[in-house]
């Protein structure tokens, strides 16, 4: 559930000096300082948000230029389409995706709403299946979507799978500026909502991403019990309580839920 560089981070004391490409994952900490609220970066951003010095941030973002992954006009570096090559190639090769994505098109189509699935990847989810009935979000979602975990119904179902104290880190980690006026915005309070997910099996969020969103998710568990996943679906926050979005999809979440569990590893 941490990033590709965590990982490598993590792991370069069990690698012998020789195996570890030092370059190679300072060229991933630069590809992975970009995001859609920093799409165009100069030098000096991309030094500051990977720690590199300038020289050396300077170099990766030109190879990375030279080699079609980012564009330049002279100030600032922005990724190019080239890029969605390494990450649509490693979500392809994920069995998760290819299990799931029959079984979301057909639970989308019973109950007339857009559904997903995500992983955890550190202070985010990841969109790895999705089968949209209608764009709810002003923002539209694709596998490879990211959003953060801490307001989200999947992310609040996969944080409650984890240890308390590794959700809380995250939790403290992460930016909690309000997205909007019904948002939580404390670690304690997210604390205790994800508190509450972990004993009912279910996260409804209601307008904390964006106005007029409810999303409701529940983890994907599979044959040894553990949680892999987060299965949800979005609605507009027009027609019923909070009630009655639990009476109307939770149960078609939780029958898929028990019928994937059979089938995933």
């Known amino acids: 559930m941490l990033t590709f560089v965590q990982n490598v981070k993590n792991s370069v004391r069990m690698l012998n000096k020789t195996d570890f490409v030092a370059s190679l994952a300072k060229g991933l900490r630069v590809l992975e300082c970009f995001a859609a609220e920093r799409s165009r970066l100069a030098i000096a951003d991309v030094a500051d948000a990977t720690g590199l010095d300038r020289a050396t941030a300077r ?12 564009d330049y006009d002279g100030k600032f570096f922005s990724l190019t389409p080239r890029v969605l090559r390494l990450g649509v190639g490693a979500l392809a090769a994920l069995p998760l995706p290819q299990i799931v994505q029959p079984w979301l098109d057909q639970l989308s189509e019973q109950i007339g709403q857009s559904c997903s699935v995500s992983i955890l990847d550190d202070k985010e989810i990841v969109y790895i299946a999705r089968a949209a009935q209608k764009r709810v ?29 590794e959700a809380r880190a995250i939790i403290e980690a992460s930016d909690l500026t309000p997205r909007t006026p019904r948002s939580l915005a404390s670690v304690d309070d997210i604390m205790r909502v994800v508190a509450e997910v972990r004993v009912n099996g279910y996260s409804l969020v209601d307008q904390e991403v964006e106005l007029g969103l409810r999303s409701l998710a529940v983890p994907l568990v599979n044959t040894r019990g553990k949680v892999i996943a987060a299965l949800n679906t979005g609605m507009a926050a027009i027609h019923g309580d909070l009630e009655q979005v639990l009476r109307d999809y939770l149960p078609a979440l939780l029958r898929l839920q028990q019928s994937l569990r059979r089938l995933l590893n």
């Open 59 to 70: 170099r990766c973002l030109l190879t990375l230029h030279e080699l079609g992954y980012a």
């Open 137 to 165: 979000m002003s923002v539209g979602l694709m596998p490879g979507s990211r959003l953060p975990a801490h307001c989200t119904s999947m992310g609040r179902v996969l944080l409650a799978a984890l240890p308390e104290g």
